[in-house]
T-cell receptor
Framework: GAGVSQSPSNKVTEKGKDVELRCDPI?????LYWYRQSLGQGLEFLIY????????KSGLPSDRFSAERTGGSVSTLTIQRTQQEDSAVYLC?????????????FGSGTRLTVV | QKEVEQNSGPLSVPEGAIASLNCTYS??????FFWYRQYSGKSPELIMS????GDKEDGRFTAQLNKASQYVSLLIRDSQPSDSATYLC??????????FGTGTQLKVEL
């Protein structure tokens, strides 16, 4: 696609429920990243996928968080047993090159509210 | 110490003035540096990147990098109200992921 596509754009869920957030990167981009941004805070790295390599999961805050990337394209971030502190905007980004000189293109994000 | 530090602001400048946004980073092996602009309720948008010491200019924007001082800045000339946003500094080291500062809020006043 023309840009990074995320769905849903908004999600309200009850505490304790599981949620799935979807990211469709720019076609041909091999690197995919998930970040989250809490109200008034900076971007917090969650997980990074590059091609068929094992993902860098070093930013996942707990074992309730997991992500997968199927066929080197679409990615799904799953949060199990959601808590109120999980409320944030979840941003996906992709990059065409893992060379250090490339920045990312972000999607429009999924605003998650846990009530 | 935070890995990437920015003054949260708000930084207020009059229309037409130069806005100067600053960022320091702690990891000496950092190789590339980026500035993102984020409007309220929107996602970050890449506006500048810089890799070598010195200045890099693109239109009204100039990025400055001093690796010895671990300092990167963004100058916006002829500031416009449409420049009002939060500016995020991001640093990439050897791990291919960007580390972001918390951003500086810029307000350009008429």
């Amino acid at each position: 696609g023309a840009g990074v596509s995320q769905s849903p754009s908004n999600k309200v869920t009850e505490k304790g429920k599981d949620v799935e957030l979807r990211c469709d990167p720019i076609s041909g981009h091999t690197a995919l990243y998930w970040y989250r941004q809490s109200l008034g805070q900076g971007l917090e790295f969650l997980i990074y996928f590059q091609g068929n390599s094992a993902p860098d999961k070093s930013g996942l805050p707990s074992d309730r968080f997991s992500a997968e990337r199927t066929g080197g394209s679409v990615s799904t971030l799953t949060i199990q047993r959601t808590q109120q502190e999980d409320s944030a905007v979840y941003l996906c980004a992709s990059s065409s090159n893992t060379d250090n000189y490339y920045g990312y293109t972000f999607g429009s994000g999924t605003r998650l509210t846990v009530v | 110490q935070k890995e990437v530090e920015q003054n949260s602001g708000p930084l207020s400048v009059p229309e037409g003035a130069i806005a100067s946004l600053n960022c320091t980073y702690s990891d000496r092996v950092s190789q590339s540096f980026f500035w993102y602009r984020q409007y309220s309720g929107k996602s970050p948008e890449l506006i500048m990147s810089i890799y070598s010491n010195g200045d890099k200019e693109d239109g009204r924007f100039t990025a400055q990098l001093n690796k010895a001082s671990q300092y990167v800045s963004l100058l916006i000339r002829d500031s416009q109200p449409s420049d009002s946003a939060t500016y995020l500094c991001a640093v990439k080291g050897g791990g291919n992921k960007l580390t972001f500062g918390t951003g500086t809020q810029l307000k350009v006043e008429l």
